[in-house]
């Protein structure tokens, strides 16, 4: 069974840093692109940052020269590290993997569960 399990999240002043991590786990064979989003209270979930297969990234206005995403294909795990935190990047951030390939499983999309980020002013 497939599953993206996270974790770095947590409470951070205003200025601060923070490292998210989510892997996938499972007899997995290929992830195409990988994804952070986030939901704040009240709001849609909007999209942070994307990684290709290739490296190639993108980034939601709001978070670049902050947010740095990354992958390790071997270890089947996409970080986001984010620097210079500010209080509306207060939210739940959740891992997104497109077209997971697995044995014995039919290729899809999966989420993680989500990991809640605290910026305190």
């Known amino acids: 069974q497939v599953q993206l399990v996270e974790s770095g999240g947590g409470l951070v002043q205003a200025g601060g840093s923070l490292r998210l991590s989510c892997t996938a786990s499972?007899?997995?064979?290929?992830?195409?692109?990988m994804a952070w989003y986030r939901q704040a209270p009240g709001q849609q979930r909007e999209l942070v940052a994307a990684?290709?297969?290739?490296?190639?990234?993108d980034y939601a206005d709001s978070v670049k020269g902050r947010f740095t995403i990354s992958r390790d294909n071997a270890k089947n795990t996409v970080y986001l590290q984010m620097n210079g935190l500010i209080p509306e990047d207060t939210a739940v951030y959740s891992c997104?993997?497109?077209?997971?390939?697995?044995?014995?499983?039919?290729?899809?999309?999966?989420w993680g569960q989500g990991t809640q980020v605290t910026v305190s002013s």
């Open positions: 499972g007899r997995i064979l290929k992830i195409n692109d």
């Open positions: 997104f993997a497109r077209q997971l390939e697995a044995v014995l499983t039919t290729p899809g999309d999966y």
């Open positions: 990684i290709a297969s290739d490296g190639s990234t």
